[in-house]
């Protein structure tokens, strides 16, 4: 019987108490769906996630550090890592479909930050070993206590990652990085640094704790990650948040802008000397003037309004100017591609611990993710317990069971033990459809009675004695309808098998929930598809 009680990719169940075992039996599935489907090269992974099960937490080698991921990643330009598309057999990709996986990833990446995150987690799919399914659990489980015991908020807000991605990528083909794109780079930079700092003052805040080990599945990645802090203060002092190359970025730059400056007052002076609005047409000062049967009055015609109603004209006393205007122009752009060449150049020499921050970042936003998405379910997270393999009914695993019945049913108070024991489960699905309709309900319910509110109200004193009056009750209201949200949810079933089970049959009556059974168990357990994502289950464990 191949089953198991927790998902390899690291997500959790909705439920507490009792131990979840897992028989060995996976997949041959790697870890997430090519990062190079997202943009993001080999090179910039760690090594850790150059392997073909991307979603890894740690490195295979116990010394590997991120650091010696990001100076390797140079000689792993040409690394290609493994897709889903090619190595899934697809009746495996069919059956994840039909049992609803890529709606499910779809429900954990609306809670990744970052572009590349969510797109990570919308091709999530299943690691093999168990040892990969408990470490990707480990993750989820750091950083769930990190935001939630620690009131560490993991911010990833201004961290560009579609945009450094393509940026990076331009780079290591040795292509010049314009402004915004050195911006994106720069940003990404300052949003991994925050990260580890945030993750890091964790990490030394539990030492001497029982989380020092936990939060250690977290720092083995990140703790070595360099920021050229250097390089991001050279960008943003070159570079606006806009993408516009500052005045102050070179010398070249200034007064080749100055000139830029002086060229086009001068030519406006003459222009406005003429009858006609001043514009610009194909990179000339010109006036507007309208259109006359007698034709275009005397200068060059370099166009016309595209109804015809207008002629754009450049009078002779302007092309002079506007020679030297184009001229300078050629200068200003020459200086600014100058500094854009050298902050490209600064990229390139660092390229590497570049690509192996950005890969950093995608994996904590989807680790993050898998978490967030866990409590909203208020979900569990699985616990392993080895079981023995499952293959012909031994006389010692009858022997365990009938030991273990007894035990169940003894005065020493010892619960029965079970290879799957998964209480109050409920369907994914349903159930993060159902916390959707709930969140919209209590959202359109709240404007409807701020509305409301606002009507009634005729001044801000009597607005204040409202709400001190309503408080109290409001809160209480939500907690009802907190527990009418459970209640009302999706219908609960309880999974309990033996260690020397083999097969499991489901009946019952028609319309009695043996699809939706089957369905939850295949996607969540089972499979591994939902523990093995390495989060939490919709189940009390």
């Not at 994840?96 to 954990?108: I, M, N, Y």
């Not at 003037?289 to 166009?303: F, H, R, T, W």
């Amino acid at each position: 019987m191949a089953m198991a009680t927790a998902c390899q990719c690291g997500l959790p169940l909705d439920g507490g108490g009792t131990k979840s075992r897992s028989f060995p039996i996976v997949h041959a599935l790697p870890g997430i769906r090519s990062y190079t489907d997202l943009g993001v090269e080999a090179s910039m992974l760690p090594a850790a996630a150059r392997s073909r099960h991307c979603c890894m937490p740690k490195p295979r080698s116990s010394t590997a550090r991120p650091t010696q991921c990001a100076n390797a990643s140079a000689a792993a330009q040409g690394a290609v890592l493994a897709t889903a598309d090619s190595e899934e057999h697809p009746a495996v990709e069919a059956t994840l479909a039909t049992l609803g996986w890529p709606a499910l990833c779809e429900f954990v990446a609306k809670f990744a930050s970052t572009t590349l995150g969510r797109q990570a987690v919308q091709h999530l799919t299943l690691p093999q070993e168990q040892a990969e399914v408990e470490a990707l659990v480990k993750e989820t489980a750091a950083v769930d206590k990190l935001e939630t015991e620690y009131a560490v908020e993991l911010d990833f807000g201004g961290t560009s990652t579609s945009q450094a991605s393509g940026a990076l990528k331009r780079a290591s083909r040795g292509g010049m990085l314009v402004g915004a794109q050195l911006q994106a780079v720069a940003s990404t930079l300052v949003g991994a640094t925050r990260l580890q700092r945030s993750v890091m003052g964790a990490f030394k805040a539990a030492d001497g704790t029982g989380d020092y080990d936990l939060f250690s599945a977290l720092t083995e990645r990140i703790r070595d990650m360099h920021s050229h802090s250097q390089i991001v203060k050279n960008i943003s002092a070159c570079v606006s948040e806009d993408g516009d190359i500052r005045d102050s970025a070179s010398d070249e730059v200034r007064q080749s802008r100055g000139k830029l400056r002086a060229i086009e007052n001068r030519l406006k002076a003459i222009l406005k000397g003429h009858s006609g609005e001043v514009s610009e047409m194909s990179g000339r000062l010109c006036v507007v003037l309208p259109a006359s049967q007698q034709g275009p009055p005397k200068g060059i015609l370099l166009g016309t309004s595209p109804g015809g109603g207008a002629f754009f004209i450049e009078p002779p006393s302007a092309v002079p100017l506007n020679n030297e205007l184009a001229a300078a122009r050629g200068e200003a752009a020459a200086a600014e591609e100058n500094v854009m060449w050298q902050l490209t150049g600064q990229v390139i020499d660092n390229l590497a611990d570049m690509q192996a921050a950005l890969a950093i970042v995608i994996w904590l936003d989807v680790v993050t993710a898998r978490a967030r998405y866990g409590r909203w379910i208020g979900g569990t997270l699985p616990t392993f317990v080895p079981v023995p393999l499952v293959g012909k009914a031994s006389a010692k695993a009858r022997k365990g069971s009938k030991v273990a019945e007894r035990q169940s049913a003894g005065a020493d108070g010892q619960e029965e033990e079970y290879s799957i024991r998964l209480k109050q489960l409920r369907h994914p699905l349903l159930l993060g459809r159902h916390l959707q309709e709930q969140d919209r309900n209590r959202q359109q319910m709240r404007r409807g009675q701020h509305g409301a509110q606002l009507r009634r109200l005729s001044n801000r004193k009597q607005s204040t004695q409202l709400q001190s009056q309503n408080g109290t009750a409001t809160a209480r209201k939500e907690n009802r309808e907190d527990t009418a949200v459970l209640a009302n949810g999706p219908v609960a079933i309880d999974t309990c098998v033996r260690p020397e089970t083999r097969a499991v049959i489901i009946t019952g009556p028609n319309t009695g929930g043996k699809t939706a059974a089957l369905k939850v168990r295949l996607l969540l357990p089972d499979s591994h598809s939902r523990s093995r994502s390495g989060g939490k289950l919709p189940s009390r464990l």
